[in-house]
């Protein structure tokens, strides 16, 4: 993701100026109204949105209880939940502010105390569901990671007509460990260790299956095996397997 240096600026100034304040707060343990003030300051000095244009609090977002929204050109692109420095964050803060986006069709939801910070996405299926795209700490995320820009570009004021955040959702329903853990199963990382093994050991030889157990039940977390997600990552590497098959058998066909 290309960061303009005008951007690169901004970010830099505004964790220079909100690191230090962010780090004190859950200390003084500030209420959630202080918190939103600290909110709305880093919303507009680090990631560029017009405080009094673009920040849209409660009372005017036709009744909603979330505390913020980010509002851009008439539109919605994201609500904001903000809990008190001193609280931590849990999914079941999201409710109120994923009920409203769900009913109005705004799919991006922030939830920070200012000091943690963490972006969802919404599901509108039946049910409906959310997950966490992304999360950092304001007083520990750094310029120096590219992983950290990264981040940090995705929420700027820069980004929001563009692609930047489908495609970093995107990538983080890739680059996470339960597909990591599905493709580690697979029968070509399977056979490659195999014969690396045997290439490496003296001729040792060892089975597909005998791998499998040791990777499921010695190397792989148990959570990264077992439940929805490992289930969704599961479906995601099949169904990539399977649209690589059909590719591969068109180009034999022509």
Not at 114 to 142: H, L, Q
């Amino acid at each position: 993701m290309r960061i303009p240096k005008k951007t690169q600026d901004r970010l830099a100034a505004g964790l220079r100026k909100y690191q230090k304040i962010v780090r004190k707060l859950a200390e003084r343990d500030i209420s959630e109204a202080d918190t939103v003030t600290v909110v709305k300051d880093i919303l507009c000095d680090v990631f560029g949105y017009d405080k009094y244009e673009e920040l849209t609090s409660e009372q005017q977002i036709r009744g909603t209880f979330c505390d913020l929204a980010i509002q851009v050109d008439g539109k919605v692109h994201y609500l904001a939940e903000v809990k008190s420095a001193g609280t931590t964050l849990a999914e079941n803060h999201l409710r109120q502010a994923v009920n409203y986006g769900a009913h109005e069709g705004i799919e991006w939801v922030i939830l920070t105390n200012a000091i943690d910070w963490k972006v969802y996405r919404i599901s509108f299926g039946k049910p409906v569901n959310w997950e966490e795209v992304c999360s950092f700490n304001m007083g520990a995320i750094t310029l120096r990671s590219k992983e950290d820009q990264e981040k940090l570009a995705i929420l700027c004021r820069e980004n929001i007509a563009s692609e930047a955040l489908e495609s970093f959702h995107k990538k983080a329903q890739i680059l996470n460990r339960y597909v990591i853990a599905e493709l580690l199963q697979t029968d070509s990382v399977v056979g490659l260790v195999r014969r690396e093994i045997k290439k490496l050991f003296d001729g040792t030889k060892v089975t597909d299956e005998q791998l499998r157990i040791i990777l499921t039940n010695g190397v792989i977390k148990r959570d990264a095996l077992d439940g929805d997600e490992p289930k969704a990552a599961k479906a995601k590497v099949k169904k990539a397997t399977n649209s690589l098959a059909r590719k591969a058998a068109k180009k034999v066909q022509s």
